[in-house]
């Protein structure tokens, strides 16, 4: 089974942009969906969007503004940019294989955004 | 938006007993409902998808059901493992909103 890892920075500050990479292994990016989503500090689960391998996106209109994600086969890796963060954006980041269903997830990254 | 509200949010249990946990839609819409489990400090896990089909691997003591606006996630005999917050998620429509949350906790 597919094994899936994030990895970036772990503090943002206030305005900044936030930008996760996720690796995966034992599965080829190109042949399904990956989306994000993140869970703020003791709260619940936010679906922030999906990428397919070929560039194709769909995001939560509530971050669309603000969201950009990319994908790089040559390095099985897919990304995540979210620019003009605040406080509020503060939560773990999860990737996961799946565009609806999500089979398989990383660990999650903390970020933090504070000055 | 489809807001998904859970019942109850928190739960206590023994193990042995069984359980079920109801996830209610603003809007109708047919099967495109899962459920996932997480534990503390973990991902989430994708229990049911389809509102009934259990995943790979998902042992059978795990169920779901439902359409239109009530869905539920039984667990027909709690087993220790079991004890953590399950989440339902629909995916009918933009944006893929997760209910808020069922905590099970033993009892």
């Known amino acids: 089974q597919e094994q899936l890892q994030e990895s970036g920075p772990g503090l943002v500050k206030p305005s900044g942009t936030l930008s996760l990479t996720c690796t995966v292994s034992?599965?080829?990016?190109?042949?399904?969906?990956w989306s994000w989503i993140r869970q703020a500090p003791g709260k619940g689960l936010e679906w922030i969007g999906y990428i397919y391998y070929s560039g194709s996106t769909n995001y939560n209109p509530s971050l669309k503004s603000r969201v950009t994600m990319s994908v790089d086969t040559s390095k099985n890796q897919f990304s995540l940019n979210l620019t003009s963060v605040t406080a509020a954006d503060t939560a773990v980041y999860f990737c996961?294989?799946?565009?609806?269903?999500?089979?398989?997830w990383g660990q999650g990254t903390l970020v933090t955004v504070s000055s | 938006d489809i807001q998904l509200t859970q019942s109850p949010s928190f739960l206590s249990a023994s193990v042995g007993d069984r359980v079920t946990i109801t996830c209610r839609a603003s809007?109708?819409?047919?099967?495109?409902l899962a459920w996932y489990q997480q534990k503390p400090g973990k991902a989430p896990k994708l229990l049911i998808y389809?509102?009934?089909t259990l995943q790979s691997g998902v042992p059978s003591r795990f169920s779901g059901s439902g359409s239109g606006t009530e869905f539920t996630l039984t667990i027909s005999s709690l087993q220790p493992e079991d004890f953590a917050t399950y989440y339902c998620q629909q995916l009918n429509s933009d944006p893929y909103s997760f209910g808020q949350g069922t905590n099970l906790e033993i009892k």
């Open positions: 389809a509102a009934s």
């Open positions: 809007q109708g819409f047919s099967t495109y």
């Open positions: 996961a294989r799946g565009s609806e269903w999500l089979y398989s």
């Open positions: 034992g599965a080829s990016i190109s042949r399904y969906y």
